[in-house]
């Protein structure tokens, strides 16, 4: 209780929204997770937001899976992980050194530039599938990066996935196992060499975890609703509003 008792009402309302948010984005309401990025920065800061964040998303990922896992692609799954993998390893030894507001304004911007380039494919009714292996070692790479400087790896594999045109439930169920793995193999970086996941940070997670379920459970709802012709604009649209707010953000 001590830990709630420290924040002031508008602390209260920011990582209590943050973490329902993140249970809507791991139900499948990809894209919305960059406003839970920019919601738990505002309270705790940018690179100590990250290890409060991190625990959740773990918890976040085993539901997403138990739930969707029947759905994976794993052709997509290797195609992005080995890359993702490698750009975690970059973020954890550049993360202690960048500039991080610069950093996220310029990873804002490459996003917003890549969704209207997905937004033009959508207007034209593009069927094109980028096939050059390069694609998904760019993607890859910038995914993992940007996951482990500041939980921003939604936005990049939105980006590949929406590019392979893949149905709502293949989307959904591929990306739930790829980020269980990835967050995972992060943990130990955060634990050992960043030392932003502390017993403080867990006890604040515990108070967050209903938050998550709550979100959780309602973006399911949300989610069945959602054809699968409409749901890759809103991904684009969740993912255009979460750049933006990153971008705003000082």
Known sequence: ?????SWSAIDLVLVFAGAFILGLAKAGLRGIDM???TLMALVFGGKASTGIVLPLLCVADIAA??????????????ELAPWMA????????????????????IMAVIIVLTVIIMVVMEFIKSEN?????LFAAG??????????????AGAFSNLYFLAMRLPKN??????AWLFLVINLFKLPFQVVYWKNITLSSLQTDLWLL???????????KIIKQIKDDHYRKVVIVLTLIGAVAIFLKK
């Open 210 to 220: 209903p938050a998550l379920a709550l979100g959780f459970w309602i973006g399911l």
């Open 65 to 78: 899976v138990l739930y969707y896992h029947r759905h994976a692609q794993w052709k997509h799954f290797w």
């Open 139 to 152: 993607t890859g790479m910038m995914a993992g990066t940007t996951t482990m400087l500041g939980n921003l």
């Open 35 to 37: 406003l839970n990025v």
């Open 86 to 105: 490698a750009g975690i390893l970059i973020g954890v030894f550049a993360g202690k050194e960048m500039n991080e507001t610069v950093f996220r304004k």
């Open 129 to 133: 599938v980028p096939t050059h292996p």
């Open 170 to 175: 293949h989307f959904i169920g591929t990306t």
């Open 1 to 5: 209780m001590e830990i709630i008792s």
